[in-house]
């Protein structure tokens, strides 16, 4: 895929989910469990896969687990498989990791599986310079196309400011960024950025899981150089989109659509909170998202798309009562879960 036909790609704007990580009983990798997540993210609809990034665990990495290879190549050999039964545009992203020579390494192994683009994580610059991390960023972008990725401090980034975020944006091998500092001033810094930087060639897509459809419905108007400029947020790359998958490509593809309307029907505004309560739930936020991967893997595990909740660092756990939010928004907003969609398609999905 051509960089021009990335840009276009993300530029229409996709679900594109953040891949968890299938462990067995014994916190062992379950290579089948993982195809069937990549089989049920495909078969959603999805114009995208996100992999090796937070919600995969960034402990793949760790040579005591030395899981980071196999999980992208399964996953990039599982796509490949199922695009070939079904040719459609489709993106594949991979987690980048790490200072500047893990992360160039990172990314030449990504290209090397067909990734298209490398989701850019910052966590190992907490302590640097704009400087130091702007030219780390040029750096990785000389090898892969970067998405740029601005992740909350409670899961491991750091604040990242205007001045920031408007030199990233004219790094020329920027494809798009993700939003996800679960704030709207630091939501608003990014946007009139890359406003500024004239960058209209960038997609912006959301990763602010707490704020999924007012970010989705939000015009961004900025004064710049005396002309009105409204940039959107096209699509997500979310963790919250990696379970209850078919409905989250269903919801986008509904507010794609009302997006072209003159009025916004209040439901809408209805909407925005079962998401979030649902996210609420999910992610942990009552415990400073300490439970947010188990959280997913929950999901999915009582779907049977995974064998179990456990994480490669075994502190990593369901937060107490968690389990018992999650029955809650299920059964609260049961429009928002896709159970039956995956019951119908689950002994296909594990063969």
Same mark, same amino acid.
């Given at each position: 895929m051509k960089i021009s036909e990335i840009r276009t790609h993300l530029l229409e704007g996709h679900a594109i989910p953040a891949q968890p990580l299938a462990l067995d009983a014994l916190r062992k990798f379950s290579? *089948? @469990?993982? *195809?069937?997540?990549? $089989?049920?993210?495909?078969?959603?609809?999805?114009?995208?896969?996100? !992999?090796?990034? @937070?919600?995969?665990q960034f402990e793949i990495r760790e040579p005591q687990h030395g899981l980071f290879k196999p999980v992208l190549e399964l996953a990039a050999r599982t796509i490949d498989e199922e695009l070939k039964k079904a040719p459609r545009p489709f993106i594949k992203i991979a987690g980048i990791c790490g200072r500047t020579e893990q992360a160039v390494g990172e990314a030449q192994l990504a290209l090397? #599986?067909? #990734?298209?683009?490398?989701?850019?994580s910052l966590s190992a610059y907490k302590n640097d310079t704009e400087e130091e991390m702007i030219a780390h960023c040029q750096r990785v972008a000389a090898v892969i196309p970067v998405v740029g990725f601005y992740l909350q401090p409670a899961a491991g980034g750091r604040l990242l400011g205007y001045s920031f975020w408007r030199r990233f944006a004219e790094i020329p091998n920027v494809?798009?960024?993700?939003?996800?500092? +679960?704030? $709207?001033?630091?939501?608003?810094?990014? !946007? *009139?950025?890359?406003?500024? =930087?004239? $960058?209209?060639? &960038?997609? &912006? #897509?959301?990763?602010? /899981?707490d704020s999924i459809v007012v970010d989705l419905f939000t015009p961004f108007t900025f004064d710049v150089g005396g002309n009105k400029i409204t940039r959107r947020i096209v699509g997500g790359l979310l963790g919250h989109w990696g379970v209850w998958t078919s %409905?989250? !490509?269903?919801?986008?593809?509904? &507010? %794609? $659509?009302?997006?072209?309307?003159?009025?916004?029907?209040? %439901?809408?505004?209805?909407?925005? &909170?079962? !998401?979030?309560?649902?996210? =609420? =739930?999910? +992610?942990?936020? =009552?415990? *400073? +998202?300490a439970g947010c991967i188990p959280g997913i893997l929950e999901v999915l595990r009582r779907q049977g798309l995974v064998p179990t909740t456990l994480c490669l660092n075994p502190h990593e756990v369901l937060s107490p009562g968690q389990a018992e939010e999650l029955t809650r928004v299920c059964a609260a907003y049961p429009e928002?879960?896709?159970d039956a969609f995956v019951a119908e398609n689950l /002994?296909?999905?594990l063969r």
């Open positions: 290579e *089948r @469990h993982q *195809r069937a997540i990549t $089989r049920y993210y495909m078969a959603s609809g999805v114009g995208g896969l996100a !992999v090796g990034v @937070h919600s995969t090397s #599986y067909g #990734y298209q683009a490398g989701l850019l494809v798009a960024i993700k939003i996800a500092p +679960f704030n $709207r001033y630091q939501t608003i810094d990014v !946007v *009139r950025a890359v406003a500024e =930087a004239g $960058r209209d060639d &960038i997609a &912006i #897509y959301t990763g602010n /899981d %409905k989250s !490509v269903q919801l986008l593809n509904d &507010i %794609k $659509r009302a997006r072209q309307s003159a009025t916004l029907d209040v %439901k809408w505004l209805e909407t925005s &909170i079962a !998401v979030t309560d649902m996210n =609420a =739930a999910l +992610f942990d936020s =009552a415990n *400073r +998202f928002l879960t896709d /002994d296909k999905w």
